[in-house]
């Protein structure tokens, strides 16, 4: 196998094709330049995996008949052209540059129409949506939702304990004012450093753990309501108000039904392509250069 890579159906993949393909592939995921050997070991594998199942995915396109979409490929030549005119070497070089990227871009273009074909796949009917509901109500359940509100005092990170101290202690000053009747939204109006004090703190609905985990801790042992004690977060010492609770709420099959179609043609589609390509694997005789991997 001098000088090749590997056989795949009795296309030959060149040793030159694949060190291309993995300089490429190392500039794009590696780019600060350190790479771990057991890492590059495992990229290697990939590239070659790549090229072997394109190879095969390729060949299959042309045994149905198709064939490269030359519109695309002039398109996507054009834009390449236009992307690296002005590269070194790019004009001295620039036909056979082009030449060779239409070649690639002609069999990438199979490999495409190939993808687009099989994910083609019959629209479910409405007993299959139904049951397909059923069994993934997680996918059209609205999560849990809070309605917080907060009054932020600000402290730079930076700055000394005394500084955070004396940050503490006024919201803890707060706090006794807001729970001995105090207005909070009036508060938090004056005193609050973040963007919500012109809504009087109100941050309006948040789903549960999309707010900081320490934040989240706080609020989940709040009863709609109560206030919190201070507590010290990035930014500052904050105080928490929790207004409304939301319970997960699972949608209705007709509100979500043209969703839940969708999804599932989505799942059907790629679980087509995925059979594909391992009954390829399965089925095309290949072999490979080891020493390089």
Known sequence: MDGTFAVVGGEKISMEEFRVNLRVGIRRRFFHGNIPDKELRSFRRDV????????????????????PDEQWV?????????????????????DQILASLRDKLAQDSLVRQLHRRV??????????????????????????????????????????SSAWRAAEQ???????????????????????GDRSAQNGGDLGFV????????????????????VSDPVQLLRGITIFRLDEHRPATLNGFKQVKERARKLLMRERAKQAWEALRERLRKNTPFTVNEAVL
């Open 74 to 94: 002039s398109k996507k030549l054009k834009e390449y052209e236009k992307e690296y005119v002005n590269e070194k070497g790019f004009k001295a070089q620039r």
């Open 207 to 226: 789903h549960k753990g999309r707010m900081a985990k320490e934040a989240q801790r706080v609020i989940d042992h709040l009863r709609v309501g109560e």
């Open 48 to 67: 070659a995996d790549t090229l072997i199942v394109n190879a095969m995915l390729r060949q299959e396109a042309l045994r149905r008949g198709l064939k």
């Open 119 to 160: 994910k083609e796949v019959a629209a479910p009917d409405t007993a299959e949506v139904r049951e397909y509901y059923r069994q993934h109500p997680d996918k059209f359940t609205t999560p849990e939702a809070l309605r917080v509100s907060v009054i932020l005092l600000k402290v730079d990170p930076s700055s000394s």
């Open 170 to 192: 006024k919201a803890k000053r707060l706090v006794k004012r807001i729970r001995q009747g105090d207005d909070f939204e009036a508060l938090a109006y004056k005193y609050s």
